[in-house]
């Protein structure tokens, strides 16, 4: 049982990146769905989250920029990055959990609530 983030790679600024988050072992339908990141040097912040409805959450700073998304039938959800900056580098992380509000407040404030998985990371520099 496990959650898989890929995707990460090296981007120039300005453009896009889309980052996935598969599920082994369990189904992503039942869950919300959560991305973070983490700078180097830097705490790790909530980006984004769906819940099992495909109502979505975006950060400030990623809001119009960011999409997130879920493929049901892949098991798998989605960021996509778009207009990346420098200060998108970041390691990103899925983490996935049954209860929404422990995705959501979890998101918004940059915590872990004790969400039932979390991935791996992906690296995500943006550079030129």
């Known amino acids: 049982v496990q959650l898989q983030a890929s995707g990460g790679g090296l981007v120039q600024p300005g453009n896009s990146l889309t980052v996935s988050c598969a599920a082994s072992g369990f189904t992503l339908d039942r869950y919300a769905i959560g991305w973070f990141r983490q700078a180097p040097g830097k705490e790790r912040e909530g980006v984004s989250c769906?819940?099992?409805?495909?109502?979505?959450y975006y950060a400030d700073a990623v809001k119009g920029r960011f999409t997130i998304s879920r493929d049901n039938a892949k098991n798998t959800v989605y960021l996509q990055m778009n207009s990346l900056k420098p200060e998108n580098t970041a390691v990103y992380y899925c983490a996935a959990d049954r209860v929404l509000s422990t995705v959501l407040v979890g998101v918004i404030h940059s915590k872990d609530y004790g969400m039932d998985y979390w991935g791996q990371g992906t690296p995500v520099t943006v550079s030129s």
């Open positions: 769906i819940d099992k409805v495909n109502n979505t």
